[in-house]
């Protein structure tokens, strides 16, 4: 068990905090990208780190991430009009461009400069594979763009998907990546799940056959790697190695040749966090089956679409608070 000062540690993402420090040095999956569909669609509300943002996609289908509320008297960018380039506040008016900078303010004089001195806060945000990213960091150390494999083979070959965990992401992490929780909250369906069972009889049946997996850890230069071993054979043993890289990626150990899957756990606030979950194959397209498999919520993923989550869940509750 961690002590509550150490937990506290880890958990907390805020701007300020130690964690929050370490997190806004990475790219972080923020949205995916169907949730930007197209060209001055509606913006999306994005809480990310205790941050309360908004994203858009403008006129030339550049993403904008800025603070949710507006510059002139805090209004909720959420309820702007996209259009011509830039977010504009259904209040006064005051509009502002995918970099936060407000390029109109309808009620000053033709000749005023005024816009120039006023600026949202904002972060770069880019799409890679299924997923929009952004880097909350210092300029100045933003590391090159995400390039893990899912992120970065042809589009037919992956699909992520998100769901909310009312759980600080540490612990999100934690209970994902103990694979000893896969005997028992995955032993009723590994063989029949369609993203899992072509691996029946071999791995799932030693995944089923052994409760007591035998933990071992090793480092590596991203993070860990975690072995989890299990009797298999007379004289063998079935390994299951997940990497965790820094600072909350997880790796799910592929079963047979079903796709490749994983999750990014990531921070709404120190209470709430996203998990990203993903697949992908590495040499062929997935396959009508899998992805209808996959948007249905089997193998890693939940059945919710991304405007259930915006709309149905907690979280549309939470964006209010
Ligand atoms: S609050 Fe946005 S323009 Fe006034
Ligand atoms: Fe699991």
Redesign the pocket.
Known sequence: MLRPEINQLLSQTGPDAPMGKLFRRYWQPVLLAEELPENDCPPVRVKILSERLIAFRDTEGRYGLMDEF??????S?WFGRNEENGLR??????KFDVTGQAVD?PSEADNSNFCASVKLKSYPMVQRGPVLWAYLGDPEQQPPLPEWEFATVPEEQAFCSKRLQECNWLQALEGGIDSSHVTFLHGGNVDTDPLFKSAAGGANAYNKGDLKPFFEVIDHEGGLLIGARRNAQEDSYYWRITPWVLPNFTMVPPRADNPVHGHFWVPIDDEHCWAFSYDYHPTRPLTADEVQAMRDGYGVHSANDAATICTETPWSRLQMA
């Open positions: 507006c510059a002139h008297r805090g209004a960018m506040c259904p209040y006064h008016g005051w303010v």
